[in-house]
Antibody, heavy 118, light 107 residues
Framework: EVQLVESGGGLVQPGGSLKLSCAAS????????MHWVRQVPGKGLVWVSY????????TYADSVRGRFTISRDNAKNTLYLQMNSLRAEDTAVFYC???????????WGQGTLVTVSS | DIQMTQSPSSLSASVGDTVTITCRAS??????LNWYQQKPGKAPNLLIY???SLQSGVPSRFSGTGSGTDFTLTISSLQPEDFATYYC?????????FGQGTKVEIK
């Protein structure tokens, strides 16, 4: 069974940093693109970042480029999102997602809440 | 970025109804269009990929059509578990974007 489990969310002050993790199991992690998507509670889905299967290619939404860094450790079956210079508007539930057919996102984690507030 | 616009933003329907949600892309995206269902407090769930391909395990009452800029998601014979928010997503370029969502509520 495919499982994605996010961790690392929490309360952080504006300007602070946080590193999210997404532990994958039930599939060959190193074969799949991975993504981060965020959602302000009660609002819509916003794609944040993508990484290809070997970590050699990444892209970011304009709103996070230069502040967030996506990475992966295929030996540990884990995806990461390093978030620096956090702002109040980064407050959201962050989901990791697996790349699927048609460049869709076929499996998602349960999400981890990041709250940026003083 | 490619903008995705869904309509309507919300709708009310009854069990057994057929519901259609539309999604329009700001430029042609071929068939790189996906649909997701999200229930409150839960992660999104992939329903349809590549505009019309049903994801494994998804009931056949869900169907998708379209290409280019205009797409539809149809739910035939709406079931109680289908009341949720639905999102379209373009995957034509590696800067994925979602529609704003359509909330399907019980009439």
């Amino acid at each position: 069974e495919v499982q994605l489990v996010e961790s690392g969310g929490g309360l952080v002050q504006p300007g602070g940093s946080l590193k999210l993790s997404c532990a994958a199991s039930g599939f060959t992690f190193s074969n799949y693109w991975m993504h981060w998507v965020r959602q302000v509670p009660g609002k819509g889905l916003v794609w944040v970042s993508y990484i290809n299967s070997d970590g050699s290619s990444t892209t970011y939404a304009d709103s996070v480029r230069g502040r967030f860094t996506i990475s992966r450790d295929n030996a540990k079956n884990t995806l990461y999102l390093q978030m620096n210079s956090l702002r109040a508007e980064d407050t959201a539930v962050f989901y990791c997602g697996r790349g699927g057919s048609g460049y869709s996102f076929d499996y998602w984690g349960q999400g981890t809440l990041v709250t940026v507030s003083s | 970025d490619i903008q995705m616009t869904q309509s309507p933003s919300s709708l009310s329907a009854s069990v057994g109804d057929t519901v259609t949600i539309t999604c329009r892309a700001s430029q042609s995206i071929s068939n790189y269009l996906n649909w997701y269902q999200q229930k409150p407090g839960k992660a999104p769930n992939l329903l349809i990929y590549a505009a019309s391909s049903l994801q494994s395990g998804v009931p056949s009452r869900f169907s998708g059509t379209g290409s280019g800029t205009d797409f539809t998601l149809t739910i035939s014979s709406l079931q109680p578990e289908d009341f949720a928010t639905y999102y379209c997503q373009q995957s034509y370029i590696t800067s994925w974007t979602f529609g704003q969502g359509t909330k399907v509520e019980i009439k």
